[in-house]
């Protein structure tokens, strides 16, 4: 039971039931003088003023015996709340988590931003970090330059089998990646847009729920930071011993422009990972929250906190929304014509050079699921997940501001899409891949055909020499 006394003074006691202690409790509010009215604004401290002019660990001190005191959540002993309130030199704990992702990006030339001292995320143009991405880019452009050359004068040589003409023309795609260097510089600033929309939202978080957001997702970013670059090297190295003659001075730029590839589904695992764990710890402190039969504002603080990271689930797939569209039909043609090279080869059985072609198509295929399945799990916690604690919420104990928020709460996840959207072109999701694999089925049977109504050589001879002879 809820039971609210107001009087004339400008402050508000509220007596609610705590359902740990069995007891009714009073809890004394004071009218937010500097309240945002909207939800998209960068969120500021109540007590900033207080701060003016004092020392960042007097400050934290300060902050600390505020973030301290929340319904719902056990309280934080002096020594964990000033730890939670120190700055950590003002970063995001969502950067943090992924910066061995941005290091490596940073270092091929894919993302070239720019770490501010006040602690947030920049893309300038006349900085360190984008002139050596800029000669990265020129250094690589130059030496590609001269493999594509090289490929298009042995294409143009060949006299072969029609597969052999298409696996020939697999190496000229894999240079295709280097797209995604100006690509990702055109939406380097979305991206960096996106980082600091994280800085605010764990700012909201901290003083909604009195902690700091733990993501524990650093291991899994330098494991990926590290493994990646291993493997696609490997795999490079596999696919041309196996399929032309080797030459290290032309496969050093193939596994830069591998790992290009798939850093960037190491950004975009990274990315869905954040905001799938982090709708899971929304709800479960939601769910913690509602059980203080409290004041309504709690659900509102929560909504606002839902609403904000819906937003970053939208921007996050609209901030690369060009390049992770190359991207998929990049992959989409290296599985079409590595999966073709495979099948066409059936008739005159396996040999050691379909073993490339083997880890080309089976790694294409794991990096397009993966991007696929990562996205449509991200939304689903985000939206679904979340609509399901909130349906399962008893309305009956609450009073009645407490049900019209859950109520607008339950409106808000209803009319505000989260789906991981590329720029319009199309949702990120499991239907997605689904598609890419049913037209993919139908233009290897296009091609099956094509080749099956070209004669072998050795068959054209001898119908040539027959109809001679008659």
């Not at 020392?55 to 000033?82: D, H, S, Y």
């Not at 605010?200 to 650093?218: H, I």
């Not at 830069?256 to 990274?270: N, Q």
């Not at 198509?361 to 399901?388: M, P, W």
Request: hydrophobic content about 45%; some cysteine; glycine content about 4%.
């Amino acid at each position: 039971m809820h039971i609210g006394l107001a009087t004339n003074a400008p402050k508000r006691m509220s007596l609610y039931f705590n359902a740990d202690t069995m007891r009714i409790e009073s809890s004394v509010h004071e009218p937010k003088r500097n309240r945002n009215v909207f939800l998209d604004v960068k969120p500021i401290a109540d007590d900033a003023n207080a701060n003016v002019n004092v020392p960042p660990r007097q400050a934290a001190r300060r902050n600390a015996t505020v973030f301290n005191n929340r319904v719902g959540f056990p309280p934080l002993t002096p020594k964990e709340a000033f730890v939670d309130a120190v700055p950590s030199d003002q970063t995001c704990m969502v950067f943090e988590s992924s910066k061995p992702i941005y290091l490596v990006l940073r270092a091929i030339g894919v993302l070239p931003y720019t770490r501010l001292p006040s602690g947030g995320t920049a893309f300038i143009l006349a900085s360190p970090s984008m002139t050596y991405c800029v000669l990265f880019f020129l250094l690589l452009t130059v030496y590609i330059a001269f493999i594509l050359l090289n490929r298009i004068e042995i294409v143009r040589t060949l006299e072969g089998r029609f597969e052999e003409s298409v696996i020939a023309y697999l190496f000229i795609v894999n240079i295709l990646p280097i797209l995604i260097i100006p690509l990702m510089w055109y939406e380097s600033r979305k991206v960096v847009s996106v980082v600091n929309g994280w800085v605010d939202f764990e700012t909201v978080y901290r003083k909604t729920s009195g902690r700091a957001l733990e993501l524990r997702l650093r291991t899994k970013a330098q494991v990926i930071a590290i493994l990646l670059p291993i493997l696609c090297s490997l795999s490079v190295a596999i696919t041309h011993v196996t399929m032309v003659d080797f030459k290290l001075l032309q496969v050093i730029p193939y596994c830069v422009l591998d790992t290009i590839t798939y850093m960037m589904g190491g950004y975009w695992y990274m990315a869905c990972e954040t905001l799938s764990i982090t709708a899971k710890i929304l709800a479960e402190d939601f769910q913690r929250a509602l059980r203080h039969v409290g004041p309504a504002a709690k659900v509102s603080e929560y909504r606002s906190l839902w609403l904000r990271l819906s937003k970053l689930a939208r921007d996050t797939g609209f901030s690369t929304c060009y390049t992770f569209t190359f991207i998929c039909l990049y992959l989409f043609f290296i599985i079409t014509l590595s999966i073709y090279g495979l099948m066409s080869q059936i008739s005159d059985g396996f040999g050691v050079k379909d073993i490339g072609l083997a880890v080309t198509a089976f790694c294409s295929v794991g990096l397009l699921f993966y991007i696929c399945d990562e996205a449509h799990y991200a939304s689903f916690n985000v939206r679904t997940n979340f609509q399901k604690k909130l349906l399962m919420v008893e309305l009956s104990w609450m009073n009645t501001d407490a049900q019209t928020e859950i109520n607008m709460f339950l409106r808000a996840t209803e009319m505000n899409p989260s789906s991981i959207n590329l720029g319009g072109f199309f949702d990120v999701n499991r239907t997605l891949f689904k598609s890419l694999l049913a037209t993919m089925v139908t233009y290897l049977v296009v091609l099956l055909q094509f080749q099956i109504s070209i004669p072998d050589e050795p068959s054209a001879m001898l119908m040539h020499s027959n109809s001679s002879h008659s």
